[in-house]
């Protein structure tokens, strides 16, 4: 590792020169949570995000010793973004996790809570917000007591360039939603435009949340949402991403991190 440091309010910032590296810790910290997770809890809820960040969990996580040692009848896996599209349709996050990861691995098919793809984006969103309170009921989620939230054990970000996390885009509206758990847009400045969300109360209300950001065209985004920059620089989503009481833990390569302010970090 190239770096590793934290801030006063506890988030870490975990900096690589190789991927193979980040990929590793990575499998590390994941497979780390669920065995703690399934010893406390008997069960694992992780909510997965798509983009590149999917490449960068299997790299490690689908190989031995991983493969053998997680516990992944245990695993429930959600999304916590997802395009509007037919499941099979390139552009769906569940398709992408499926054909590379949950494909992968012994994970029990009624455990994965992918979206209803048969309905509008508003009708999807309201569903799948249904499915995640019966699971918060039965205990399969767990229930913040800060909020009344699901406390999902991890929530895995990836970040775009805009600094988008989730569905969740710069300047929209949907950033300040404080009610609902899940909500949609269908007008996604980034292709395709319909999706569902997680809302930032939801992602907040996490036991642990990692952002995981790879290549230069994501430097200046990073810069901003983990630099202690004044308030006259764009919004940023990302930046938005502070867990109540959970832990923060950002995983950058070299690239990315190229233009964080690194000394105001303690190693
Ligand atoms: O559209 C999306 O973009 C973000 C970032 O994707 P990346 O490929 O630039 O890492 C992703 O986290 C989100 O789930 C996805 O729907």
């Known amino acids: 590792m190239a ?10 910032v975990k900096i690589y020169e190789y991927l193979d590296e980040l990929s590793t810790d990575l499998a590390d910290y994941i497979s780390e949570l669920s065995e703690a997770s399934v010893k406390e809890r008997g069960v694992f809820a992780i909510a997965l995000s798509g983009g590149s960040l999917i490449s ?12 053998k040692t997680v516990d992944w009848s245990k695993w429930y896996i959600f999304w916590v973004d997802e395009r509007v599209v037919a499941k099979n349709h390139v552009d769906s996050n569940y398709k992408l996790a499926k054909d590379v990861f949950l494909s992968k691995v012994p994970i029990v098919p009624s455990h994965v809570h992918s979206i209803n793809d048969t309905v509008t984006a508003e009708k999807a969103a309201e569903d799948y917000e249904f499915v995640i309170r019966q699971l918060v009921r039965t205990r399969v989620i767990s229930v913040s007591d800060v909020s009344d939230c699901p406390k999902f054990d991890l929530i895995l ?12 885009f710069p300047d929209h509206s949907i950033l300040d939603e404080k009610d609902e758990w899940v909500t949609f847009v269908t007008d996604s400045p980034k292709p395709p435009p319909e999706r569902i969300t997680f809302t930032l109360p939801v992602i907040n209300s996490a036991s642990n949340v990692a952002v995981v950001v790879t290549g230069s065209s994501k ?7 983990i630099d202690d920059v004044g308030p006259d620089v764009p919004s940023s989503p990302a930046k938005m991403v502070q867990p109540n009481k959970g832990k923060l833990v950002w995983y950058l390569d070299k690239a990315a991190a190229s233009k964080l302010d690194c000394t105001r970090f303690s190693e």
């Open 219 to 225: 430097a200046e985004a990073a810069h901003l949402a």
């Open 3 to 12: 770096f590793s440091g934290s801030k006063e309010d506890g988030r870490e």
């Open 157 to 168: 970000l990836g970040m775009g360039p805009d600094g988008h996390i989730a569905s969740l």
């Open 56 to 67: 960068l969990i299997t790299r490690k996580l689908c190989e031995v010793p991983y493969s």
